[in-house]
């Protein structure tokens, strides 16, 4: 495994940067730090035991929140939040609306209460998709980035390679559309964001086609590549 990430890191080269939110208007962007994909054991998709990955990225991001919120910048959480039942495949149910799993997990709480904050349930892995209102078209992040004419966007949360990388790849896609047309950067923090291990012997084990396997350095590493790729500005570091 060390010797295949090693490979990708050599033919996948990352470049972090340094990132200032104060630089122009910025918001932060939340995704799916809720029970359910955060907290162990609170459901069929939580760590099974602490991982530091997500640790890591729960305590970023309550650093980061708390900055803006202190700031008065604007703070959007997505809280992956479904009807109970309804199956959302390739996955097990989950974060079924009602459960607690479709909280934010108890260090981001209190945003729940924050002027700053908009939070935003959504049924789907992509959140810009999620954001769309059915019956008018409207969609809750592009009125959210062009109410407060933001020139940024600071992404954070879980999974790097799924609900992170489809929202961005699709913000990417949506900015270049003109749909936001005060947006020029869209950056992702690294330290705030993580992703589940499922190695291959494990899924097998527990039933699971083997390609359900899902090693986490590889999609965490794959994620990031494919969002800068696109165009995202990949950040080790906010001033």
């Known amino acids: 495994?060390?010797?295949?990430?090693?490979?990708?890191?050599?033919?996948?080269?990352?470049?972090?940067?340094?990132?200032?939110?104060?630089?122009?208007?910025?918001?932060?962007?939340?995704?799916?730090?809720?029970?359910?994909?955060?907290?162990?054991?609170?459901?069929?998709?939580?760590?099974?035991?602490?991982?530091?990955?997500?640790t890591r990225?729960?305590?970023?991001?309550?650093?980061?929140?708390?900055?803006?919120?202190?700031?008065?910048?604007?703070?959007?959480?997505?809280?992956?939040?479904?009807?109970?039942?309804?199956?959302?495949?390739?996955?097990?149910?989950?974060?079924?609306?009602g459960s607690g799993e479709d909280d934010l997990v108890p260090q981001l709480a209190w945003?729940?209460?924050s002027p700053s904050a908009t939070l935003v349930r959504?049924?789907?892995?992509?959140?810009?998709?999620?954001?769309?209102?059915?019956?008018?078209?409207?969609?809750?992040?592009?009125?959210w980035v062009n109410g407060h004419g933001l020139g940024a966007v600071l992404v954070v949360g879980i999974c790097t390679d799924i609900c992170v990388m489809d929202f961005v790849l699709t913000l990417l896609s949506a900015r270049n559309h003109g749909l936001m047309p005060s947006l020029t950067d869209i950056a992702v923090f690294e330290p705030g964001c993580a992703t589940y291990d499922l190695p291959k012997n494990v899924a097998l084990s527990l039933g699971l086609p083997e390609t359900a396997a899902h090693p986490k350095a590889l999609t965490h590493h794959a994620g990031l590549y494919f969002m800068a790729s696109r165009g995202a500005l990949l950040i080790s570091n906010v001033l």
């Open 1 to 54: 495994m060390t010797t295949l990430l090693n490979i990708l890191r050599d033919q996948m080269p990352l470049r972090l940067q340094d990132f200032d939110p104060a630089a122009r208007a910025t918001g932060l962007v939340i995704v799916d730090e809720v029970n359910g994909f955060a907290t162990v054991g609170a459901g069929a998709l939580a760590p099974p035991v602490a991982d530091d990955q997500v």
């Open 111 to 113: 945003l729940e209460t």
């Open 57 to 97: 990225m729960v305590a970023e991001t309550d650093v980061l929140a708390r900055r803006f919120a202190a700031a008065g910048w604007p703070v959007l959480a997505f809280l992956d939040s479904h009807t109970p039942g309804k199956p959302e495949p390739p996955y097990p149910l989950h974060c079924e609306q």
């Open 122 to 143: 959504k049924d789907c892995i992509n959140g810009f998709i999620g954001a769309m209102d059915p019956v008018t078209g409207r969609n809750a992040v592009v009125d």
